[in-house]
Every structure is written in C-alpha cells, then in structure tokens.
C-alpha cells in the first residue's frame, strides 16, 4: 500500500473502539488463555513497558513496519521477534515517552519525528512479569534505521500488505520459557515467526487497520 494512501486513511483509527482483549487471544496460545484468565496481576506488582508500532514509507513509498528481532541471551524474550520498546524508567513522564524514548535507542527512529495516532490495549506478560503498553504511530518520511547493538540482533521492516494477508496467519510447535512442543497461533512476516505477546499485540493492530482502511 502507498504510504499517502495509508496515512490519509489511518485517521480513521482515532475514532475506532479498541477490539482489546478479545482480539490479543486470537493469538495467544491456549495455554497463556487459561494462564491469563486465574492470574491475580496486581499482587505479582508488575514492571511496566512502552513499545511502538510505527508505519513509515520505504525508498519506493510502500507503507512499512518495523519489528525487531531480539539478541540471544539469558531470558525469556531472547531471540524473539517484537516491537521496539522496553522499561519504563523513572524520569519518563508517562508510557508513551517510554516507547518514544526506547524506540528511538533501539532502531534509531527519532521520538520527536513520530507523530502518536492511537493508544492500543494494555497486555499482561506473564513469563517477564510485565504490562506492556503499545502505541502505534506514523513517521512521514524514510526513516535512517540504526539498531542498537547491545539489544538488538536485526531490524526488520515488515510490508503492510503482508502483515495484512491472511495466508501468513499460521499455526507453529513451539517450545516455550514454560511449556515444551506446544502449538501456537503466529504470524509469518520476513522469515520469521512471530508469536506470543507480539503477535497477540498485532492481532488487535490488525483488526484495527482492517476497519480503517
């Protein structure tokens, strides 16, 4: 999709009602369904986290998103495809400072260019202990995207259409931080399997986007 075509049309998503919770489950593997439905999360204190899913036109003005794929390490994101985004941190004046700041350390994307068009549905993580909140935005021009190397492994850059084409909805045997050769409802965007909190973040994207263009 051109990217003028796309931010004439995405004013539409400020007046859209949030699908929420609905929405995020159909992509949550069944486990996390259950896990979700008996957890006490305000006795477990969780962290916070700011994260952002930012469209912007490529070189050739097709509309884009970025994701990111996450280094290897000890912990139980490690090697998975999200958002830009991380901590809340004390000296962030609210959560949408937060996924401006992180996003602009983690891919380069400076926070005072992105212009925030919505606020999406809060989302428990139970593995990280951590409310994550995303918000989605625009950027209006071709962004220089530099990753940040301490958390960063690679940048990718995912073509609205085919984030939107249903055929890349799949189902994948995962082994989890807390469960073993479980299938799970993904996305498959640039090579990459996309699944768990991320994907459930983009199935609320999604139905959003579906209405608004």
């Given at each position: ?37 008996t957890?006490?999360?305000a ?60 996003t ?19 989302l ?27 958390e ?33 409802p ?28």
């Amino acid at each position: 999709m051109n990217f003028d075509e796309f931010k004439y049309k995405i004013s539409n998503l400020k007046n859209l009602e949030l699908p929420g919770e609905s929405a995020q489950i159909k992509l949550a593997p069944a486990m996390r369904v259950s896990e979700l439905k008996t957890l006490d999360i305000a006795s477990k204190k969780p962290n916070k986290a700011g994260v952002m899913a930012i469209f912007y036109p490529n070189d050739r003005q097709v509309t884009n998103l970025v994701l990111i794929l996450r280094k290897t390490y000890r912990g139980v994101h490690s090697n998975q495809v999200g958002f830009p985004g991380g901590r809340a941190e004390v000296f962030d004046k609210n959560m949408k400072s937060t996924a401006l700041r992180e996003t602009e350390e983690e891919v380069g994307i400076p926070r005072n260019e992105v212009t925030v068009v919505k606020k999406l549905t809060k989302l428990y993580i139970p593995p990280s202990n951590f409310w994550v909140h995303p918000y989605v935005g625009l950027l209006n021009a071709t962004p220089k995207l530099i990753k940040q190397e301490s958390e960063v492994e690679k940048i990718l850059e995912i073509d609205i259409d085919e984030f939107l084409d249903e055929r890349n909805l799949i189902s994948k045997k995962l082994s989890t931080s807390y469960a073993k050769d479980i299938d799970v409802p993904a996305f498959s965007l640039n090579g990459h399997i996309v699944w768990g909190a991320t994907a459930m973040m983009l199935s609320e994207l999604k139905e959003l986007l579906i209405k608004s263009l």
